[in-house]
């Protein structure tokens, strides 16, 4: 059963600092790895895509990388800004159509 | 740009009372999800809808729970005789496949189910 597990649960830096959230699953035998953000209260804003085949993906100031044999991704923000406040989450999708969640990691950008 | 939209964004109802929250999924996409999220906790997969029949479902989604298609738009979840325990967050999410490389999940905002 695969677990998806991010560290750290919550994370505070200030404003124009480079930072990583990372996420870690069990069970290497995944199809793709979805980033996604999800402001209080909201539903989850969908980030990046990486494939099982792909080493990392980039989307403006994100890239989210993807090393499958030893079961992490991690989510890179360039030059953060306090807009970027919000809780990340990492969801893996394996044998099956569902995706596997973390918990997320909130993440406060302090101007 | 297209979304995932769903009503109510919020719903209370008394325990034992059956509660119906609505999607309409991003109009090509042809595969939708149910998830849920009890406050605190991680999202958690439902059930998977493809072709006008469930795909996959979680051992969450019992006999209580239904989903249906009605008319080629709206995608339902039906929560029958509610319980406390099912006060969270659901979800609906589209794609419009499940391929590797295609299988982008797009979420809705969410309808809050409040029991009381």
């Known amino acids: 059963k695969q677990e998806v597990t991010q560290i750290p649960a919550a994370l505070s830096v200030p404003e124009g600092e480079n930072l990583v959230l990372n996420c870690s699953f069990t069970?290497?035998?995944?199809?793709?790895l979805q980033w996604f953000r999800q402001d209080p209260g909201k539903g989850l804003t969908s980030l990046l895509l990486?494939?099982?085949?792909?080493r990392e993906q980039t989307s403006g100031r994100l890239n989210a990388s993807l090393d499958k044999s030893s079961g992490r991704s991690t989510l890179y923000i360039a030059a953060s800004q306090p807009g970027d406040s919000a809780t990340y989450l990492c969801?893996?999708?394996?044998?099956?159509?569902?995706?596997?969640f973390g918990k997320g990691t909130k993440l406060t950008v302090n101007p | 740009e297209p979304e995932v939209t769903q009503t109510p964004s919020h719903q209370v109802t008394q325990m034992g009372q059956e509660v119906i929250l609505r999607c309409v999924p991003i109009s090509n996409h042809l595969y939708f999800y149910w998830y849920r999220q009890i406050l605190g906790q991680k999202v958690e997969f439902l059930v998977s809808f493809y072709n006008n029949e469930i795909s996959e479902k979680s051992e969450i989604f019992d006999d209580q729970f239904s989903v249906e298609r009605p008319d080629g738009s709206n995608f339902t979840l039906k929560i029958r005789s509610t319980k406390l325990e099912d006060s969270a967050m659901y979800f609906c999410?589209?794609?419009?496949?499940?391929?590797?490389?295609?299988?982008?999940?797009?979420f809705g905002e969410g309808s809050r189910l409040t029991v009381l």
């Open positions: 999410a589209s794609r419009l496949t499940v391929a590797t490389n295609t299988g982008e999940l797009f």
């Open positions: 069970d290497s035998a995944i199809y793709n």
């Open positions: 990486i494939q099982s085949s792909q």
């Open positions: 969801a893996s999708q394996g044998g099956s159509e569902k995706l596997v």
